[in-house]
């Protein structure tokens, strides 16, 4: 069974430009999570999509986006980038569909690495 | 709020010692509690979880980690570590009404293995 995907895997952009990431989560999982992962914040939660809808919502401005499709795949944007929003960004897929798998694990991607200057 | 305190940030060992990785939490209603390991370059793997039931908690690549509610601790175990181990460690809460798709994570803890 084929894991998390996250493209692209790097990415270098400027302050004040937009960014897409895309993440395909594993088949037959319907919730995916964003994470963004810092030297100084650590891990933060981002927010969360669930059967195409915003279930959770972390503390982050409203530059940080996200949309989830029908086949569950997820993309999160993040608008006038920041030297600030340099990071990690991970993605989480979970929620098989009942009988197939564990309903509270939680699979990782590898992540975007974006540098923003 | 749900908070994690992983008070070591940095934890070497020599190989095939045992080593204990402490994570204490705080929240006001119950919690489930989990333990990822990153290895360089990669995303999170999950180690093991509580969710409720025994306290004792084993998990892939020979740890465990004993739920402690009084002590409000998860500390995560191994009795005999290996290079291979040598990755961070990230303990995480969340709240049962968000399932485990909100996850609030200490700081981590990197584990250097000396050999």
């Known amino acids: 069974k084929a894991g998390v995907t996250q493209t692209p895997r790097y990415l270098i952009k400027t302050r004040g430009q937009q960014v897409t990431l895309s993440c395909s989560p594993i088949?037959?999982?319907?919730?995916v999570s964003w994470y963004q992962q810092t030297p100084g914040q650590g891990l933060q939660f981002l927010f969360e999509y669930f059967s195409e809808t915003q279930r959770n919502k972390g503390n982050f401005p409203g530059r940080f986006s996200g949309r989830q499709f029908s086949n569950s795949r997820s993309e999160m944007n993040v608008s006038t980038l920041e030297l600030g929003d340099s990071a990690l960004y991970l993605c989480?897929?979970?929620?098989?569909?009942?009988?197939?798998?564990?309903?509270?694990?939680?699979?990782f991607g590898p992540g975007t690495r974006l540098t923003v200057t | 709020a749900q908070s994690v305190t992983q008070l070591d940030s940095q934890v070497p060992v020599f190989e095939e010692a045992p080593v204990e990785l402490r994570c204490n939490y705080s929240s006001s209603v119950s919690v489930y509690l989990f333990w990822y390991v990153q290895y360089p370059n990669q995303g999170l793997q999950l180690l093991l979880k509580?969710?409720?039931?025994?306290?004792l908690v084993k998990g892939i690549n020979g740890f465990e980690a004993e739920f402690n509610k009084s002590q409000t601790s998860f500390h995560l175990r191994k009795p005999s570590v290996h290079i291979s181990d040598t990755a961070e460690y990230f303990c995480a809460v969340s709240d049962p009404l968000f399932g485990n798709e909100k996850l609030t994570f200490g700081t981590g803890t990197r584990l250097t293995i000396i050999p």
């Open positions: 088949s037959g999982h319907r919730s």
């Open positions: 509580y969710l409720s039931g025994s306290t």
């Open positions: 989480a897929s979970s929620f098989p569909p009942p009988g197939t798998g564990d309903r509270y694990e939680q699979y």
